[in-house]
């Protein structure tokens, strides 16, 4: 599923915002991307390591559960399927 900028995701814990930044990481020593490229969009079958902020809050890409009301890919969505977690 691809994640665009401007999206409304609900994470792992329920919260929910718009997509306002999505960092990809480029290291294993930097999971979260803040040291990274930056996305407009990125395609979360990749499972590449990284995040994104929405709203008031951050998540990792294997946290999102839904994006624009649609489920995520339950497989996607796994930490055991996550590269370098």
């Known amino acids: 599923m691809i ?5 409304t995701i609900t994470d792992n814990r ?11 990481g ?3 020593s930097d999971p979260a991307g803040e040291l990274g490229c ?5 395609d979360l079958e990749l499972n590449y390591l990284g995040s ?3 709203g008031d809050y951050w998540c990792y ?5 839904e994006v624009n009301k649609t489920e995520v890919n339950k497989e ?5 399927n996550w590269i370098g977690f």
């Open 76 to 80: 996607i969505a796994t930490e055991e």
């Open 26 to 28: 480029t290291t294993k």
């Open 52 to 54: 994104v902020i929405f």
């Open 3 to 7: 994640i665009k900028i401007g999206d």
């Open 14 to 24: 329920g919260r929910t915002g718009k997509i306002t930044s999505i960092g990809i």
């Open 61 to 65: 890409f294997h946290q999102i559960r």
């Open 38 to 42: 930056l996305a407009s969009e990125y």
